[in-house]
Nanobody, 123 residues
């Protein structure tokens, strides 16, 4: 299984970005995809997640109301739409795939990871 994340970049505060995560390889239809982020000097944190077939999306409180997760099952691609971005949203964003089970908030529950994409929000 491979995950290809894209869409990061530099944006001003209150701006928007959309990240994409394309899953390829041998997957079932019941996996979950989580979005995580890691800022410099901080631990990786759960942003939100969605199941490929039903369930979710769920969001961390810190992004609820600003971020939206969606999926396009036809192309095995998952999206993280980020609106009203704040400088504290600056981080490397990762998508991750969990082959069995429900959406998890702990990074060690995921089996595959994308390469990460940097999001920088300037004030």
């Amino acid at each position: 299984v491979q995950l290809q994340a894209s869409g990061g970049g530099l944006v001003q505060a209150e701006g928007s970005l959309r990240l994409s995560c394309k899953a390829s390889g041998r997957t079932s239809t019941s996996y979950s995809v989580g979005w995580f982020r890691q800022a410099p000097g901080k631990e990786r944190e759960f942003v939100g997640g969605i199941r490929r077939s039903g369930g979710g999306p769920y969001y961390a409180d810190v992004v609820k109301g600003r971020f939206t997760i969606a999926r396009d099952n036809a192309v095995n691609t998952f999206y993280l739409q980020m609106n009203s971005l704040k400088p504290e949203d600056t981080a490397v964003y990762y998508c991750a795939l969990r082959t069995v089970g429900l959406i998890a908030t702990m990074a060690d529950q995921y089996n595959y990871w994308g390469q990460g994409t940097l999001v920088t929000v300037s004030s």
